[in-house]
């Protein structure tokens, strides 16, 4: 029996899921994160929470910024967790306990802006 069976309609597979995405670019209306995925995943998933890695980490600083991912994943155990960072504001260790937070999370990291890049160079269209 394969993932989907008669019960279970694949499309709606996810609309029962809660996905954080904590990016960069929140509140960049240009930004890949904001323009593309949100309204996608909005459309996906259930619930779709968003952190805003940029305002903590400048209004707050790094520490701070770690501190409330981590408290957001504590709070609210998404099932998928999309990570978009910039530069080097979620710490390892950060990382490290999340699997420990919430150990059913499946979590895509994407870091920096080199895919966006690429695919701007290569003709992909957003």
């Known amino acids: 029996m394969g993932l989907f069976n ?4 694949k ?4 609309k029962n899921k809660k996905m ?7 509140g960049d209306k240009d930004s890949l994160q904001c323009r593309d995925f949100i ?3 909005e459309k996906m998933f259930g619930e ?10 400048y209004f707050y600083g790094k520490k701070e910024l770690n501190a409330k991912f981590l408290e957001t994943i504590k709070k609210e155990k998404p099932d998928y967790l999309l990570s978009c960072n910039r530069y080097n ?6 990382l490290k306990k999340i699997k420990e937070i919430s ?7 994407e870091n920096g802006e080199k895919v966006q ?3 701007r160079v290569n003709g992909f269209n957003f």
């Open 6 to 9: 008669n019960q279970i309609n």
């Open 11 to 14: 499309k709606d597979f996810l």
């Open 20 to 26: 954080l995405l904590a990016t960069w670019g929140r």
């Open 39 to 41: 309204p996608l995943f």
């Open 48 to 57: 779709l929470i968003i952190l805003p890695l940029r305002n903590y980490y």
């Open 89 to 94: 504001e979620v710490e390892i260790d950060t």
């Open 103 to 109: 150990p059913q999370t499946k979590t895509i990291l």
């Open 117 to 119: 890049s690429f695919l």
